[in-house]
């Protein structure tokens, strides 16, 4: 096809169709014309329908989904059995310390969990999904294997810690024996339990189990304590109590406040439940912010209340042995803040022999409590359900990463079974783990992995948010604003610091894991591309590195070919510039659409200034003008054609060149002139726009870059006030429904716009007075055929292909009068806003090019603001998934 290339039809989103059909074509060679509106009808087929009943996955909302199993996975053993010990070591202040600590690490993880997992949709695989697509396989990889390995052993450790005797760990035969049988049972229903707990039947049985504990054991704290309560150091809503436990009371060689920290956070390591579970959601995009965030909060309420309440009852030392109590009002020798409450405890303090009290007894929550068994199914329910939840997350997550085939010989657990596709082999290999690890009988180690592999993954996630961030890239469009790139370092940088500070040795492990998978990774590469941030970072780096080298100057040492673009600025930016001559307009911008650029730094985008003085330029030049288009769209390039009514109007000699990945749209164009950046015209686009509008008027489909292009313009500090509305086409009796549709699609792809406005009244004629003055526009370049007496109509056709018959007048009237109809509906709505783009016609191959330099002319005249025609290479540049 000589020079030209046939343009590619690409889905205008990555599983939804709504490519328009190539209705024209010019000569031999294809030109591309788009439908006259956006088909939602398309999108309503494609959208994601629900199942029907009984055939499709089970779906949950985010109150059972998300909230109710990251709050039954916070809530551990750790609460009822370690707590009350926690705070007697540390005492309420630092406890409250510890908890605000970790609820600090947890809560900005989960803002930066919220925000990757709202751009886009979060399949199956929680959180190595998100940081595999955030930063690519190379750190995505490692992290599933080691997120995967800490859900397993958190499991392991859930599921004996409640029945373990108080040193078990310093006796691995006796945990041996108190393991296996154990084991044993829980194999047989290990299966259909965690399959059970996807039920949100089951998940609420375990949640009002707890909620009752809890409730039972406040109720107790009111009571009046019996005498065999006050042997056992419970006393009651006491102040003194209250005051003497505030302080500390370190007990132990190595006792300190970060061991106390290290004990108490894997409590909070439930915060990814719901988001490892995402294929399960009906809306993760809304689910995992609120859920997790409403869990954290009602969890760290509770272990705020529990500490303070517990701590304000009972004293830390107690024999227990109800004969202790004191007769009389003598207090000699008496030691101990018991001596004031009427016991005496003196004998167990000096010996160190105390069995009872918050520094001796992990069952204080169940003395406490009104009905003791009540505390006692409280524990089960917290470790049963931990447990299972994490044996649920840790096969989700394998199964993510094996069918992503990072790692070979791993494939094997990537199959699924049922309508949920349960990795029912993920499960088994977990389930072997967890006995594994729990038959070493060195849980302070496994405790310590544990930790460290879940800061691990804290820190990534974090960081992925950051990294995300800070390389503004247009992908990066989270619907949930509520987080920040500087607290998402915070968080990345924290847990590093907290890995090291709780086993410096296991966060050296955790380290030298990740580095050699990550280095088999980076060995291998595999054949994926995620759109991660790295490729982002990649991009600003080389553009930054590059832009940097023009303000070198040449040495002989160090000489360069150093490609570089042929542009001068309209936008105040740095960038560089090569001048170029060339016998055309249309030459020129050929050569540079072929040349320019090098690499991955090629520009994808032409921005044309629109020719103003086409009425009085000479047909060649009208012409190269709309080859130009062409050109443009056969070298698979964006258009843009920037008009401004008020000035700097572009005729032949300037060109403008853009590249809508970061950084965003940046007017440039082809000069001759070498000013430098203060020399340059200032235009609206320095100007700040205040709380203006841009309005969008999406007639046609081109792949998103009509509504990514007001996107970017509002992430720039001058328009960032600006609001931005949706024009569409649609009938009176669909309005509400087509209004609706195209909120739902902006909604699904991250795009922030104020409000969508159907015009119902485009298909209605314009008014005469319009019409009149576009037929005026034309007559000069009309052929009027009957009016040609003894001329050959072919033979002046032949000589002026410009020119317009009768013919072709007649047969693009109706086109005609749309473009003026929409012309006024421009000029009704958007005559003093910040920006107005509109969908740009594609020419048509038997559309005359004066004509169709008409319609340009009648889609953006009478407006005193900028406008900008505007259409994509029908190449995506928008989806609703991560991958």
């Keep these: 096809r000589g020079s030209r290339m046939e343009l590619r039809r690409p889905s205008f989103y990555s599983t939804i169709d709504l490519v328009p059909q190539l209705e024209h074509y010019v000569s031999t060679l294809p030109r591309q014309q788009a439908r006259s509106r956006p088909s939602l009808e398309a999108l309503r087929r494609n959208e994601e329908s629900p199942d029907p009943p009984g055939k499709g996955p089970v779906r949950f909302g985010w109150v059972t989904g998300v909230m109710v199993r990251c709050m039954l996975n916070i809530w551990g053993v750790i609460l009822f059995l370690r707590l009350s010990w926690i705070t007697s070591q540390a005492g309420i202040l630092l406890t409250w310390v510890i908890i605000l600590m970790s609820v600090t690490v947890t809560s900005v993880t989960a803002l930066s969990v919220s925000a990757i997992a709202t751009n886009g949709r979060v399949i199956s695989g929680g959180a190595y999904f998100m940081i595999s697509r955030s930063l690519g396989p190379e750190i995505g990889g490692p992290i599933g294997v080691v997120f995967s390995f800490a859900n397993a052993l958190a499991c392991a450790l859930n599921t004996v810690l409640s029945s373990l005797p108080k040193n078990i760990h310093t006796s691995p035969g006796l945990l041996l024996m108190w393991t296996f049988p154990s084991y044993l049972s829980f194999f047989p229903y290990s299966f259909s339990l965690c399959v059970c707990l996807s039920v949100s039947q089951t998940q609420i049985l375990f949640f009002i189990v707890i909620i009752v504990s809890f409730s039972n054991y406040l109720v107790g704290t009111f009571l009046p304590p019996t005498p065999e309560k006050k042997a056992q150091g419970i006393f009651g809503y006491r102040s003194e109590i209250f005051l003497a436990n505030l302080k500390p009371d370190w007990r132990g060689a190595e006792s300190n406040f970060f061991q106390m920290f290290a004990i108490f956070f894997p409590s909070a390591i439930g915060i990814l439940s719901g988001a490892n579970i995402s294929g399960d959601l009906k809306d993760p995009a809304s689910a995992i912010p609120k859920g997790t965030l409403t869990a954290i909060f009602c969890t760290a309420v509770s272990y705020l209340v529990i500490s303070a309440t517990v701590a304000s009852c009972v004293v830390r030392d107690a024999s227990g042995n109800i004969s202790d109590v004191l007769t009389g009002n003598s207090t000699d020798g008496c030691v101990g803040l018991a001596c004031n409450l009427g016991w005496n405890f003196t004998e167990c303090i000096q010996s160190q022999s105390c069995g009872y ?258 009425k009085e330029s000479s047909p060649e030049s009208t012409e190269d003008y709309i080859n130009t288009i062409y050109d443009t769209f056969d070298s698979n390039y964006c258009l843009c054609i920037l008009r401004m009514m008020d000035g700097l109007d572009i005729s032949d000699h300037v060109l403008l060149l853009s590249n809508i990945k970061p950084p965003p749209l940046v007017f440039v164009a082809d000069g001759v002139s070498d000013k430098g950046d203060n020399d340059q015209i200032n235009t609206v686009f320095q100007n700040d726009q205040g709380k203006k509008t841009i309005d969008v008027y999406w007639i046609a489909d081109d792949g998103g870059l009509t509504l990514l292009v007001p996107y970017l313009l509002t992430r720039r500090k001058r328009w960032h006030s600006c609001k931005v509305r949706v024009f569409i086409v649609g009938d009176e009796q669909n309005m509400e429904e087509g209004r609706d549709e195209m909120m739902a699609l902006l909604k699904r792809f991250r795009l922030d716009f104020n409000d969508v406005i159907v015009m119902t009244d485009s298909e209605k004629r314009p008014q005469a007075k319009n019409l009149s003055r576009f037929v005026d526009s034309v007559a000069p370049f009309r052929l009027y055929d009957e009016q040609q007496e003894g001329v050959s109509v072919q033979g002046v056709r032949q000589s002026a292909p410009w020119k317009i018959s009768d013919k072709e007048f007649e047969a693009f009237k109706l086109k005609s009068e749309r473009k003026v109809r929409l012309n006024e509906i421009i000029r009704r709505n958007s005559q003093h806003t910040a920006l107005v783009l509109v969908s740009l016609p594609v020419p048509h191959s038997d559309c005359p090019s004066a004509l169709y330099m008409a319609w340009l002319d009648a889609l953006t005249c009478g407006l005193h603001c900028p406008a900008v025609l505007i259409r994509g290479n029908q190449q995506n540049v928008l989806t609703f998934y991560c991958q």
């Design 357 to 614: 009290g918050l520094a001796n007894n992990l069952k204080v929550l169940g003395q406490v409590s009104g009905f003791y068994y009540l505390i006692t199914a409280g524990v089960f329910a917290a470790s049963l359900s931990s447990a299972l939840g994490f044996l649920v997350s840790a096969p989700k997550v394998f199964q993510c990463l094996c069918r992503d085939k990072i790692y070979p010989y791993i494939g094997f657990f990537a199959k699924g079974y049922g309508k949920n596709d349960e990795p029912l082999r993920a499960y088994l290999l977990c389930y072997i783990i967890a006995v594994a690890f729990i038959l070493i009988a060195e849980l302070n180690t496994i405790a310590a992995l544990i930790s460290n592999f879940f800061l691990c993954s804290y820190s990534l996630i974090n960081f992925s948010c950051f990294h995300a961030s800070i390389t503004n890239s247009p992908g990066w469009r989270p619907s949930f604003h509520y987080y920040s790139k500087w607290t998402a370092l915070f968080g990345a940088v924290i847990s590093v610091v907290l890995m090291f500070l709780f086993t410096w040795w296991a966060a050296l492990t955790t380290f030298c894991i990740i580095f050699f998978l990550f280095g088999y990774v980076n060995y291998n590469k595999p054949k994926v591309n995620w759109g991660s941030s790295v490729q982002a970072g990649t991009y600003n780096m080389a553009l930054s590195y590059s832009v940097s080298l023009s303000g070198v100057e040449d040495h002989v040492k160090n000489f360069r070919q150093v490609p570089q673009y042929l542009i001068t600025l309209l936008k105040k930016v740095r960038s560089f510039y090569t001048p170029f001559t060339a016998d055309s307009l249309r030459v020129g911008a050929r050569n540079l659409l072929q040349a320019s650029g090098l690499g991955k730094l090629k520009p994808n985008t032409l921005v044309l200034g629109f020719k103003a003085n086409w």
